[in-house]
Every structure is written in C-alpha cells, then in structure tokens.
C-alpha cells in the first residue's frame, strides 16, 4: 500500500472525463474503515444508473455502468481487480463493454459495511455493468404507502444515502473519498414524478426521466425521490418540490432561500452548483435535512408557518461549502462536515436574520451539546473519533456538530472574523471537489494561521479539543439576552405565578423552547395543565416545541398529552423527535409497555435509520 503523500497526483487534462484515455485516480488516506474498497482495487469514476421502480413489489431493478480510471502506469495499488461495496442487493451479473459475461463474487456479509463485490476485469476493461435489484434490506430506501402521504394519492419513495447506504441500492465504491460523476435513467409509474440530487433533465418521450451530476461527488450523496411532486420558484436558480397541496406553504416559509445563498456566497465563495432546490418530503423522512447536492431533502416539520425552524435550510445550504465541495475523506472526520457546517449556518443566519436569533440559537445548541454530552461514552465525546469496530451512525450526537463549531468559533475568536474568514474560504477553494481528512485540516491550519502567529496560536491546544472528550473550557458561550428574559419569566412561575401572568409577549420558537426545557422537573401536573390551557403546547404544531413539551409530559406523567404522544409518534419519523420521546417513555415500566404498544404500529411507517435507533432504546427484536 501507498501512504498517501506519495501516490502521484492526478492528471487531470483539460478534457471533458469521457475522452481522457490514461488518469491515476486520486490516493485515499488508508483510513476509511467503512469501505470494502482497498488500495489495490481499481477505481471507478462514473456511475450510470440505470432503475426501474417497482412500487407493487417495492424494488428498484436494472443496472449501473461504471466507468473506471485507467491508469496511466501500472504502478501499485492499480490491479486488474474492481471491488465495489454492497448491501442488500441481488446481484444478477456482471458485464463488460463488449457485453461478455465477467467472472466476479459477493463476499460475505459483514452486517456494519455489508459485501465486497469483486469483479475479476479482462486486459483493457474501462467500463463494467452491474445488473441488480434492490431487496427489503435495502436500508437506503423507504416505500410509502399512498397514506403515509400528505395527499393520499400515490405512492412515494425516497433514499437516504448518507453515512453508508449508498451501497444499498447501488453496488458502487461506497467512501466518501471517492468521487463520481454520475448519470441516471429511471422509470416510475406515470403519474409520478422522479427528481434526484442532479440536474434535472426531465422526461422523455420514452417516459424515463434522465439526470446528469457533472461535478465529481462523494457517493453517499446520490440521492433519488419519487411520488406526487410540484415545483414552486422562490429565485431563478433557488425553488420548492413538495407535494401539491404543500407546495404553496412550503414556498412562503422557505422564500429567504435566495437571501441565504446570496449570504453564502459572500463568505464562503461563489454557489457551485447551479441550482438550489430544497424536496420536502413525506413526514417520514429520518433527518431534519439533507445535503443532497443541487437539492436539500428535508422533512415536512421544518414548516412552523412562521419562519423560525429555518436555520435547516442555512445549514443544509452550508453543506454546498462544508460537506458537498470539501467532504469529510473518512466517517471519522464526519466533524469536517458537520462541524464546519453549523459553524457556517451560524454565520448565514447572523447575515440574514441578525444577531440576535443567532445568538438565540447558538446558546441553545450549546446548551442540546451540554445536556446530550453527559449520556455519552468518553470516544463519543471526542471530535475525532476511534471508529473500529463501529458504524459510523454509532458516532452520530451533536459533539461532532456543535463542538466542532464551537471549535471553530474559538479559533475565530482568537484570530480574528476577517482573518479567520480569508482562511476558511481558502480551505474550500483550495480543497474544492476533494475529500479531505482531519490531519488536512490540522496541517492548513497550521500552515495558514497557527505557524504566522504563533502568540495566539498558543491560545488554543488543537489536542485537547480534537482528541479529548469532553468541552474545553476555552469554548465560547453565547449569552442572549432574548432568552434571558425566558429564563426570567420561567422563574416567576416557577416560584408560582400564575402561567396567565407570564410575559409571553412577542416570543419566537427558541423562547419557548428554552422556557420548555428549563421547566422544574418537579413541576406538578395542575402547574403542566395551567401551562397548557395558556399557551396551548398539546395542540401545537410547531415539531420543535411539540417535542420538548412531549417529554416534560411524559416524564411528569401529563396524561392529557397521551393521545397527541401517539399521534406524533405515528405520524413523524424524524429521529431527532423520535429518540427523545421514546427514551423518556422507556424510563418507566408503563411507559415502556406504551412506547412498544405504539411501536409496533409506528415501526412499519419509520425509515430503517430511525427504525434501528429506536429498536436499541426499546430494546426491540424483530
Ligand atoms: N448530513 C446531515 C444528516 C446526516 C448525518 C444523515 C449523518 C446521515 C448521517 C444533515 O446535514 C444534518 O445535519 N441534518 C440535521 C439538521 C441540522 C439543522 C442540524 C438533522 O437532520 O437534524
Ligand atoms: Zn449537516
């Protein structure tokens, strides 16, 4: 194996990727442990897929062409081997370009990373195709039945690619230290319309519609929907899918879209790829959003009807930067991504909105960070992470996020906004359309700001806040006054003044979760219902406020929120609502008994990433 520094450089020549006969491909740092792709396989560089939709059977059949780099010398690390990964599939055969069969096998499956399918490639072979079909251990996928739609009408599937499911619904080079370009065809019942991470080339008249990627893209950022879908324009370059009944609302709620880009643009550099539409899918959907290129997927409960979950869309937005142009090189760098995301949705929304809801949100992403970091295990606490013998999903909580963007913020601090600014946006354009890993960073850092001032390089112990758990006392703290006058009112109450004498006037969103959260575990049930017949938290359709009044209720055993509970639960499959809930009703035997009753229903409707979550905390076999 080659370490790194010296496998040689790509040569990338000045044409278009399908006529450059001899390329080496990019070197990979050896680090990706989630990847049955090792150094001596070749290397792919294209993806054509090519699927047909099965709702009936629930299954996506065909095949994908892959085109590989040919190298220019056969030096090592470069055999006549392709491994690729897969997860869940059938795989039905292996050709080349001249359509002759290829001699290939599907090792065992390990059930973290899945098989390594290896194809033995003939003398000159620069392109193979994988004919496949997708199964129900396609974690990838969720099939919705036409009423766990909004309009009830037709079916809907979507993907979920990231951190490693790519694999399960295409045989393909699953790491995010290797990038694709990539094209598709794909074919679904009519009335359906089928969008994917990519330009959109619409449908032909053959009734397939096409779709071309024509940036070089870490695979797990694939990503295809389909089902009754409409388009509303918020800019020339910027609009909404989303069901049709939900298309108008979703447009007026999401309509700074184009503000943020513009505030993006002037602090990280120029928008790269086109278009930026955000899907707003059914409520199943796992995540709160998605960063899929060209379109963020995002669930349905950021639509508060008032604007204020919208920091969503900044932060999925801020993955066009951090993420989508520099992407984490392996699952272990996943702060890279995330990390220097909400740091950089920070920044959108201080541009855009102000200082103050900035400010706002930050104290609380501090305080989710504090609260979350004490049921962690001391490796999760770290923002580089040891991952073996882990799923990269075993690492997922808000250290990598929130930390990592506290990390940021103190180097800001100590450098400078100017300053820090100038080498952040060096960091994307000097790393466009590659993956790079934590030691990159550390390097550039060093290069780039630490090495020039060595004073106040001495302010910060990279060390301590990279492999470390725990929140270095260094980190910066946000003091909104905004949520200071929350904290004021909730004491009132909380030495008993009445919850109509409460000064509410005026509150966002965050007051109110904050308010919600800083509520006396002590609080009786009459003080919870007085609570709720003044402001109204059972019946409230803001998801954020829902949820944190949903565990104070179950946890003071608040039954007039026990219906409201299940409905949720039916309806919502986001994780991040989920896993709260159903770990406080675990808390206590009728609780548990509860959370399964409801479970059993509610499992069938969730996304296999929820799903898994979920069955741990209840401790559930299938
Ligand atoms: N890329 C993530 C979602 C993700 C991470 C999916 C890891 C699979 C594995 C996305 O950008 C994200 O962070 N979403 C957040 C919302 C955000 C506002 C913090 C979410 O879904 O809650
Ligand atoms: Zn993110």
Known sequence: MLPRALVPAVLFLACAHQSVPFEDPPGMSEGDLHTHVAQGSRRVRHVNLDLTLDFEARRARGAVELDLFVPRAQIVGHGSTLVLDSQGLVIEGVTGADGKPRVWSLGPEDPRIGAALTIMLEPGDAKVRVAYHTTDKSA??????????????????????????????????????????????????????????????????????????????????????????????????????????????????????????????????????????????????????????RLTFATP????????????????????????????????DFWLNEGVTVYCEQRIMERVFGLERATMERQLARQDLEKEMRELEPWQQVLHPDLRGRHPDDYFSSVPYVKGALFLRRLEAIFGRERFDQVLRGWFDGHAFQSAITDDFVRYLGRELLERDP????????????????????????????????????????????????????????????????LPDTVSLQRLGELDRAFGFTASHNSEILCDWLVLATRRRYEAADGRLAEFLMEVGRRKFLKPIYTELAKTPEGLARARAIYAKARPRYHAVSAGTIDKILKWTT
């Open 455 to 518: 004073q106040k390089a001495a302010q910060i112990d990279l060390d301590l806040w990279l492999n470390k758990p725990g929140l270095p006392g260094d980190a910066p703290r946000d003091e909104s006054p905004a949520l200071a006058k929350v904290d004021a009112q909730r004491d009132r109450f909380a030495q008993g003044a009445a919850a109509g004498s409460l000064d509410t006037t005026g509150w966002v969103t965050q007051q109110w979760e904050r308010f919600i959260q800083g």
């Open 140 to 293: 990838a996928l969720q099939w919705l039945a036409p009423e766990q739609t909004r309009d009830r009408k037709q079916p809907f599937l979507f993907t979920q690619g990231e951190a490693i499911f790519t694999r399960t619904w295409i045989p393909l080079q699953d790491s995010p230290e290797i990038r694709i370009t990539y094209d598709a065809t794909i074919r679904a019942p009519a009335p359906l319309t089928v969008v994917m991470s990519a330009e959109q080339l619409g449908r032909g008249a053959d009734g397939a519609w096409r779709f071309h990627m024509p940036e070089a893209i870490p695979s797990y950022l694939i990503a295809l929907a389909a089902g009754d879908l409409a388009f509303s324009p918020i800019s020339p370059r910027s609009g909404v899918w989303a069901e049709p009944s939900l298309v108008a609302a979703a447009r007026d709620e999401l309509s700074d879209t184009e503000s943020m880009i513009q505030a993006a643009e002037a602090l990280f550099g120029p928008y790269r790829w086109g278009r930026y539409d955000v899907l707003v899918l059914p409520p199943s959907f796992p995540f709160g959003g998605m960063e899929n290129p």
């Open 301 to 332: 409960t950021v639509l508060a009807g008032d604007k204020s979950l919208v920091s969503l869309v900044a932060h999925e937005l801020a993955h066009s930067w951090s993420g989508n142009l520099v992407t984490n090189g392996t699952w272990r």
